[in-house]
Nanobody, 125 residues
């Protein structure tokens, strides 16, 4: 069982930056691929980024490539999502996710074994 807790969401102006953090509870969390999804009001939950178990491979949705960076520090039990050049269309609830499957660009919500409760990110225009 893996419990995930996100932090770092908030309100930011267009062009600004935020860093989300996710702290998994399980000692074996480093055996999971980790990722981030987001869900805007009235829309389906969508893939944002994911990272392999050792952090060597990362994958991003086209909409965030070049602006967002996912990373993990296995020693600190933390996964990060650095979000730069934020735009109003990035407004959503962001969810940390853990999967026993390999990281990849084809992740969908059905890939995920564990979810965090989510953190709100709002980008004002």
């Amino acid at each position: 069982q893996v419990q995930l807790v996100e932090s770092g969401g908030g309100l930011v102006q267009t062009g600004g930056s935020l860093r989300l953090s996710c702290a998994p509870s399980a000692r074996t969390w480093s055996t999971y691929s980790m990722g981030w999804f987001r869900q805007a009001p009235g829309k389906d939950r969508e893939f944002v980024a994911c990272i392999s178990r050792n952090g060597g491979l990362t994958y991003y949705a086209e909409a965030v490539k070049g602006r967002f960076t996912i990373s993990r520090d296995n020693a600190k039990n933390t996964v990060y999502l650095q979000m730069n050049i934020l735009a109003p269309e990035d407004t959503a609830v962001y969810y940390c996710a853990a999967s026993g499957r390999l990281a990849g660009s084809n992740w969908t919500p059905s890939t995920i074994g564990y979810w965090g409760p989510g953190t709100q990110v709002t980008v004002s225009s």
